[in-house]
């Protein structure tokens, strides 16, 4: 540990941390050398402290939620991870229609809890994989749904340290983006729901749910999705006319069972999972003119 990060670390005796923490036991695609130092704060206090102090020591950070996007290098990451998932926690509602949940939340679990409160809106989130902040971050959606249909106001702590609201309109987010992906920390979120019947909603969550099951691979270690929606077309179509189902370098391949996913066959590395990104994109840009992007997080060490 170096001194930097040793100092940091002293900093924060109230938050919980690790050091030398495996990346490949906190990220879907089971990829990933080890974290220098990895913090799990639990609180809006403890999160701005941990934030605060690799700052002002000068250390690179990053923020993790379920990892469930993110394809972390093979090489050890220097500087400190801050985990949100399981850590950053609560739901609350707020009043008939509208739910409070914190950043590190599970999509799945604020969509029960939804669900057994009668509100309605978050069926597609159910079998999302990942956070409440991943999902903001990202504007995560499924099945026609997306966040930025719900979320009613963002709470961050900015790049100065303070807590903010944001109220959520048009310009807040776009096709797996948003504009809280320029230094900004995702705290919470409040969502605006319907009232419903609640056996209806479970019936859509378990509907869309076997649809999941039935057409992608989630016996497998990936990070969903691997490519962005061409604006004409479809990723997973694309990769398929290509004849690339099933094209493999080392332990990653393109799924044989949806082609908009590469999965860890065991024992990937990062480096396999880019050489096959990289193939893709140039194998279907070859063919269709069109440049596939991917929507997986990478990482660099």
Same mark, same amino acid.
């Given at each position: 540990m170096t001194d930097r990060i040793a100092a940091v670390a002293a900093r924060l005796p109230q938050v919980e941390q690790r050091t030398e923490e495996s /990346?490949?036991?906190?990220?879907?695609?089971?990829?990933?050398g080890n974290a220098e130092l990895m913090l799990f704060p639990k609180s809006e206090m403890?999160?701005? @402290?941990?934030?605060?102090?690799?700052?002002e020591e000068n250390v690179p950070f990053r923020i993790l939620?379920?990892?469930?996007?993110?394809?972390?290098?093979?090489?050890?990451?220097?500087?400190?991870?801050?985990? /949100?998932k399981d850590c950053l926690c609560g739901?609350?509602?707020?009043?008939?229609?509208?739910?409070e949940a914190y950043a590190g939340e599970t999509m799945a679990r604020l969509a029960v809890?939804?669900?057994?409160?009668?509100?309605?809106?978050?069926?597609? @989130?159910?079998?999302?994989?990942?956070?409440?902040?991943?999902?903001i971050f990202m504007n995560a959606g499924a099945y026609g749904g997306e966040l930025c249909q719900v979320a009613e106001t963002v709470t961050v702590l900015d790049q100065n340290g303070a807590i903010c609201t944001v109220p959520c309109n048009g310009h807040t987010f776009g096709y797996r983006t948003s504009i809280f992906q320029n230094g900004e920390i995702i705290v919470r979120a409040v969502f605006r729901l319907q009232k419903g019947d609640p056996a209806a909603i479970r019936a859509k969550m378990e509907e869309l749910m076997q649809k999941r099951k039935a057409s992608q691979p989630l016996e497998?270690?990936?990070?969903?999705?691997?490519?962005?929606?061409?604006?004409?077309?479809?990723?997973?179509a694309m990769i398929d006319e290509a004849g690339l189902k099933g094209f493999r370098i080392g332990g990653?391949?393109?799924?044989?069972?949806? @082609?908009?996913?590469?999965?860890?066959l065991g024992g990937a590395t990062a480096k396999d999972v880019k050489a096959v990104l990289g193939h893709v994109s140039d194998a279907v840009l070859a063919r269709t003119g069109?440049?596939?992007?991917?929507?997986?997080?990478?990482?660099? @060490?």
């Open positions: /990346l490949k036991n906190h990220t879907s695609f089971r990829i990933g403890e999160l701005a @402290a941990a934030i605060a102090a690799a700052r939620g379920g990892g469930t996007n993110v394809l972390a290098p093979d090489e050890d990451l220097r500087g400190v991870v801050i985990c /949100l739901l609350r509602l707020l009043d008939e229609t509208r739910i809890f939804a669900r057994n409160r009668g509100l309605a809106g978050l069926e597609f @989130a159910h079998g999302i994989p990942g956070t409440v902040g991943g999902g497998l270690p990936s990070a969903g999705s691997a490519f962005k929606r061409p604006q004409n077309g479809y990723a997973a990653a391949a393109v799924s044989e069972k949806h @082609a908009g996913f590469i999965v860890n069109i440049r596939l992007e991917p929507e997986v997080r990478i990482w660099e @060490a």
